[in-house]
């Protein structure tokens, strides 16, 4: 009995472990073969770190993760796996698994069905890959879901209802996709959500008033879709941030917001809303960020707002609010932006905001605030941004003013304000706009307004009373670009030292009392002036005024003759002189030619005797023979690194054979170009030519091209900001070849090869002088060799065959659109016959948003990024404007880039 009750036993044992074992291995066998399917479904047809594993269990590749001595798939994370395939609903059978991670990959084809019978799912992130189609509605059925997030992808259709079956929900993103339709009441299931994002898409109608039953709701986004209605009432919840900017939401913002005591950032910015600011926001001590702009509020700002300690940001600009700035700010202890601009805000500015020393920006232009800009606020040591321009401000500049070390943007512009201007303006080292325009500031400008060598974007002194010369100073200003004195009373000639300000693209003298010529060999930024920039200034004369009168002719005619024999002798003298230094000058030539070099010996020329002394041919020519020694490549040239043996390192151009050909014309040309400098030119410091070999040298030696850092940099990411520099610096470089020339000149290969980037951050464009070299108006016959760089050039070439501006600017919207979104000009991918341009115009055809294109890598990272990277979009696309004449000139481009101005 007991014998056959163990031998059962023993059985029983047996028997289940049988059965363990036998199912453990038919698990097993399941798993793995749809884990393998999975998984190389999933890898696409690129490479992936899986290529060398493919024979072992699918359980031991990177990224999977099994449990249960590798019967059961619990996790798999292949975050960034370059993967380029698609979802296989072969995912349903992985019963086990709890996490699916594939974000920051390339899958695309739609989100399987069978993802919802994968019923011991916690996490699902599928953020930042190219998954379309609708979000199955079967994700409804995952009954233990935490994390949802589906964003930045290209997911359409409306968000399902069922969604709202998965009430252990905590976090759901859904951002940065195609959505539409209404966002539903659904959603108000969730109780358990913390945070809900749905920013970025193109959900209309109003927000469900059941959001308010959301009882653990942190965070909130819906920014940037097509949302109406009021905002519902959501006092009742544990908020920490809300973003709800860019809709159409209208009424008031609601009260209570704040109840939790935990709300710090609320942004609302560009809604329509009205009414007033909550009162009871000025107690919510939480508050970081309180962002409102762009609406129809009005009534005054709470007074308690004055007291919030943690506010940073406080940005209520283009309303309608009115009253006075809170008297009591005395809680402002870590403000850094503070913009109410485009208000009817009344009463003074407080000085107690000279406390502040947090703040970096005030700006409170097109106001009605009266009284005198305090003194005090020169305590604010870290203001960079001062903005008080359209107000009624009355007095003096304050007198320490430019003891604010840090000072780039000063504007204040449209004011009453009566000084004159201190001779320590100068020391406002890093200004980088000077707006006094339109104020009654008088005295003369002080010299040392010439010590602001920083300023780049504008000067402008107009509407005042200044009288006085105008100091030579201002010569020094060499990046300035726009200079506007006009409606003074200055006195005197026009100085020649302005012709050195070789970035000015807009200058305006008009309505003062100038007088004297024009200054005359004006072949610098000046030259291209129409007489409206020096009109109302009856002294003043010469092109394109009317011209001198050589001679006074109010004496006698004995003194008229007496000044015209001088000038005669004068002129003989003049003409001795020249005749001689021609003839020296030819006889150099000819003595150079005579001895023309014998084989292998140079010829060469340098512009500084530094490089002349550091220079062996040998070296030179061995550098430039190995491939080792490239640093890039474009149309016309290759560009090599050469050390030296003084340790100096050079830079050295070898031109390919299109214009190795013309070497005799690099003589000539060369010459006079190296006097031709910008600093975002590459300027040429000597030559050697030696038989078919011609070869530039350059002291700047960059570190790579623009494309190379762009398309062949995998480490690292390029981030906005410098993107956003580069095309800046670049825009000045060809706006200086285009509008600071006489004639202006083109570039024949505006292309991201051409454009260097040295080791501390320096951009330049390269290849100028192949323009000179290679002048299409004396070179009909050879004109196809210019077309410049595939993907680069303009439509219009095809039948014009002619480089032009307007096909240069076209050539730079190209490289902007690289800078955006991180493609190269022509790709496989774009499509049949399809360059970045048309892949660019296509999108909307697509069915795809602005935002779709541009490189997520960078675009995701912030709000203000993704605004400001819109925004140069737009500039882009009216640069390949497909008819020439649509497109804007290069000046126009540059400042359209230079109003995009990054955050704080
Ligand atoms: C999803 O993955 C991305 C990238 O790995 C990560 O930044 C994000 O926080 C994840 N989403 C959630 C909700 O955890
Ligand atoms: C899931 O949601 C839908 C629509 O909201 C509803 O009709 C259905 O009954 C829900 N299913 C379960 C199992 O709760
Ligand atoms: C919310 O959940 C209830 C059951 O708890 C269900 O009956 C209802 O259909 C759900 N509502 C929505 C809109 O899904
Ligand atoms: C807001 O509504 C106007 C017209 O009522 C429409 O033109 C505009 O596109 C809407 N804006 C958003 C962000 O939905
Ligand atoms: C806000 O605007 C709505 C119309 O959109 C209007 O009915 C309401 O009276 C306005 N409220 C205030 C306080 O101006
Ligand atoms: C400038 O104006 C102020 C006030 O209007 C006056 O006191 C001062 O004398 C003026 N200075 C000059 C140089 O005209
Ligand atoms: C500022 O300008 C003045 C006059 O133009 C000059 O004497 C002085 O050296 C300059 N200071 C600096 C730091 O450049
Ligand atoms: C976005 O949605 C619209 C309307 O539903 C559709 O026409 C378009 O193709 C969608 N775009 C993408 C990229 O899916």
Redesign the pocket.
């Known amino acids: 009995m007991g014998m056959s009750f163990t031998s059962i036993a023993a059985l029983c044992i047996l028997a289940g472990m049988l059965s363990i074992v036998f199912c453990s291995s038919y698990t097993s066998a399941l798993d793995e073969s749809a884990l393998s399917t999975f998984l190389l479904t999933l890898k696409g047809n690129g490479p992936s770190v899986w290529d060398t594993v493919n024979s072992s269990s699918p359980c031991s590749w990177d990224g999977v993760n099994c449990s249960n001595g590798d019967v059961e798939v619990i996790d798999l994370s292949l975050s960034g796996f370059n993967l380029k395939g698609t979802i296989s609903p072969t995912i349903g059978t992985l019963q086990s698994l709890t996490k699916l991670d594939l974000s920051n990959n390339s899958v695309r084809g739609s989100i399987p069905a069978e993802l919802g019978d994968c019923f011991s799912l916690l996490s699902i992130n599928l953020t930042s890959n190219k998954l379309g189609s609708s979000i199955p509605s079967s994700i409804g059925k995952l009954p233990k879901l935490e994390v949802l997030d589906l964003s930045q992808n290209e997911l359409e259709g409306n968000i399902p209802a069922e969604l709202g079956n998965i009430t252990t929900l905590q976090t759901l993103n859904l951002e940065s996709n195609n959505l539409t339709g209404l966002i539903g009441d659904a959603i108000s299931n969730l109780t358990n959500l913390k945070e809900l994002f749905l920013s970025q898409n193109r959900l209309?109608g109003p927000l469900p008033t059941g959001i308010a039953s959301l009882q653990k709701l942190e965070k909130f986004a819906a920014y940037?879709?097509?949302?109406?209605g009021d905002i519902p009432s959501m006092s009742m919840l544990p908020l920490k941030e809300i973003n709800l900017a860019?809709?159409?939401l209208t009424g008031p913002i609601p009260a209570n917001m704040c109840r939790s005591g935990k709300l710090s950032i609320l942004t609302l910015d560009?809604?329509?809303l009205n009414g007033t600011i909550p009162e009871d926001l000025g107690s919510c001590g939480s508050l970081t960020t309180l962002r409102i702009k762009g609406n129809s509020l009005t009534g005054s700002i709470p007074a308690g707002i004055g007291k919030l300690s943690k506010l940073v940001y406080f940005v209520a600009e283009q309303n309608m609010l009115d009253g006075e700035v809170p008297s009591d700010i005395s809680g402002w202890e870590n403000l850094i932006l503070l913009s109410l601009a485009d208000n009817r805000l009344s009463g003074s500015i407080p000085s107690q905001i000279s406390m502040v020393s947090s703040l970096q920006e005030l700006v409170l232009s097109n106001n009605q605030f009266t009284g005198s800009i305090p003194e005090e606020l020169v305590n604010c040591k870290n203001l960079s941004r001062l903005h008080l321009s359209g107000n009624l401000l009355t007095g003096p500049l304050p007198s320490g003013l430019c003891t604010l070390q840090v000072l780039e943007s000063l504007k204040l512009d449209s004011n009453i304000l009566t000084s004159e201007l201190p001779h320590s303006i100068g020391d406002c080292g890093r200004l980088l706009e000077l707006q006094l325009g339109n104020n009654q500031l008088n005295g003369t400008i002080p010299t040392e307004i010439g010590n602001l060598t920083m300023l780049q974007i504008s000067l402008n002194l107009s509407f005042n009373q200044f009288t006085g010369p105008i100091p030579d100073s201002l010569g020094k200003l060499t990046k300035l670009t726009s200079l506007d004195l006009s409606h003074n009373r200055l006195t005197g000639p026009i100085p020649e030292a302005l012709v050195s300000m070789s970035s000015l693209l807009e200058w305006d003298f008009s309505d003062n009392l100038l007088s004297g010529p024009l200054p005359v060999a004006m072949s610098g930024p000046l030259a291209n002036s129409t007489a409206s920039n020096f009109a109302g200034n009856p002294g003043l004369c010469g092109s394109p005024l009317p011209p001198c009168k050589a001679l006074k002719m109010k004496g006698n005619s004995h003194s008229f003759w007496k000044a015209a024999a001088i000038a005669i002798a004068c002129v003989l003298v003049l003409l001795l002189i020249v005749s001689a230094v021609v003839i020296v000058a030819m006889h150099k030539h000819y003595f150079r030619a005579a001895v023309d070099p014998g084989p292998g010996v140079p010829v060469s020329r340098f512009f500084s005797e530094n490089v002349e002394r550091a220079v062996d041919f040998g070296i030179i020519k061995e550098a430039i023979s190995s491939n080792a020694n490239i640093i890039s490549t474009n149309h016309f040239s290759t560009i090599y690194r050469v050390p030296m043996p003084s340790c100096s390192v050079l830079a050295a151009k070898k031109f390919n054979s299109t214009v190795a050909i013309h070497q005799k014309r690099i003589f000539h040309e060369l010459e006079k170009l190296w006097k031709f400098s910008h600093e975002n030119i590459m300027q040429p410091m000597g030559y050697f030519l030696e038989n078919d070999l011609a070869v530039i040298l350059y002291d700047f030696v960059p570190t790579c091209s623009l494309s190379q850092k762009l398309h062949r940099n995998f480490e690292s990411v390029l981030p906005w900001s410098s993107r956003y520099r580069i095309a800046v610096a670049a825009a000045q470089g060809l706006c200086f070849i285009h509008h600071s020339c006489n004639p202006p000149m083109m570039h024949l290969d505006v292309s991201s090869n051409n454009i260097f980037l040295g080791p501390n951050h320096e951009v330049k464009i390269g290849d100028v002088e192949v323009a000179k070299l290679l002048d299409p108006s004396k070179h009909t016959g050879s004109i196809s060799a210019v077309a410049g760089s595939f993907g680069y050039i303009a439509p219009e070439y095809a039948f014009t065959m002619r480089v032009t501006l307007a096909s240069n600017v076209y050539s730079f919207g190209v490289i902007l659109l690289e800078l955006l979104t991180g493609r190269r000009p022509v790709d496989e991918s774009f499509g049949e016959g399809l360059d970045l341009v048309r892949w660019v115009y296509g999108a909307s055809a697509r069915g795809e948003m602005p935002e779709q294109i541009l490189d997520a890598r960078i675009s995701a990272q912030s709000f203000a990024s993704r605004q400001e990277m819109l925004a140069v979009l737009k500039v882009a696309v009216s640069c390949t404007n497909a008819a020439p004449l649509q497109r804007p000139r290069m000046r126009k481009v540059l400042e359209a880039l230079q109003t995009i101005k990054l955050p704080p």
């Open positions: 209309r940037q879709n097509e949302l109406e860019s809709n159409n560009n809604n329509k």
